[in-house]
């Protein structure tokens, strides 16, 4: 059980264009999903919380505008990123919380390398 | 906002050594986290221990909620334990995890 998938697991796209990110809960139902950004060789950085039915919460720094966050059922969160540049390059990765029990362990998808050229 | 270190950053062991991994963290949490990044990115839990001790398999964790670390440990390692290991932290009912600076794990033979 608490499996996450995304969607796609790699794309390469061209300056200026728009990529959409899928995050899925699939054996479970997620009330919060989170995004996180990881450069090569660093950490991951929280990006975003995502709550079904209203608006995500960013960190501070990522421009929301350019990040837009969805999360329209329990089960699906989606970032898009808009209008991607050079520096938009990186390995994004989402989590949900399970929480059968009142835990708040987080699962999280296999990433999504993004290439801008 | 909450500090997470990690040491050692780098650790090379010879396969069949045992290793302690240390995190250290600035403030209380009640969300403490230990993963696995595999070559491909890939984030696989280890184990969920906001307090106490917890054993799987061939490694344990400890986390001492109080003087605010956790300890991983791995016995008798194995090449597949290569990679990076995380330690992430949350606090309050949001949650969000604040990851650790990462320890880099290659084991040889």
Known sequence: GAVVSQHPSRVICKS???VKIECRSLDFQATTMFWYRQFPKKSLMLMATSNEGSKATYEQGVEKDKFLINHASLTLSTLTVTSAHPED???YICSASFAPSGSNEQFFGPGTRLTVL | GIQVEQSPPDLILQEGANSTL??????????LQWFHQNPWGQL???F???SGTKQNGRLSAT???TERYSLLYISSSQTTDSGVYFCAVGRGTASKLTFGTGTRLQVTL
């Open chain 1, 16 to 18: 200026g264009t728009s």
């Open chain 1, 89 to 91: 390059s990186s390995f």
């Open chain 2, 22 to 31: 240390r995190c250290n963290f600035s403030d209380s949490v009640n969300n």
């Open chain 2, 44 to 46: 696989i839990n280890l």
């Open chain 2, 48 to 50: 969920y221990i906001p």
């Open chain 2, 63 to 65: 986390t001492v909620a």
